[in-house]
């Protein structure tokens, strides 16, 4: 009788010093899309964007973005004025290019893609997607859907791509 005892107290303590811990663990739901600034919470949009879940929106404040964007989640990228929000590729490769399906992109000055072929100011590899409210200029392509289905593509500006 005092082995089953001792192995049931053995049991129990067991059984607390591996649940204890667990009593202060917090885990998080996300229950809504955020919305994150640039420069604000990041400084590029490429590192907002590796940062979002899918949903979210990235609001981008004006000014002039030298980088490349490949956005591969669900989101909302929002320039804050498409005159004076824009993303220069410096003449290389393309500016934009969205490769998640249901991506809304809209607000911006998309200019300086690279010479080549499929170079882009957007290069699109997705489908259900929006682009629009953007000026494209500057760029080999100007918008290039490439096995693409169901886009939107309205109110865009296009001039010397």
Known sequence: MKMKKS????FTILCLL???PLIGYKTSVKASPDTI???????????AINHANSGDTIFVHNGIYHEHVVIDESISLVGEDRDSTIIDGGGTGSVISVT????????FTIQNSGPTELDSGIYV????????????TNNKNGIHLYYSSNNAISDNNAYSN
Not at 7 to 10: A, N, P
Not at 37 to 47: A, K, L, S
Request: glycine fraction near 6%; charged fraction near 5%; hydrophobic fraction near 35%.
């Open 37 to 47: 600034y640039v420069p604000t919470d990041y400084p590029t949009i490429q590192e």
């Open 100 to 107: 998640a399906n249901n991506v809304n992109a809209n607000g």
């Open 7 to 10: 192995i049931l107290t053995l």
């Open 18 to 20: 591996f649940t204890l």
């Open 125 to 136: 590899v997705s489908s259900g997607n929006n682009i629009s409210h953007n000026t494209i």
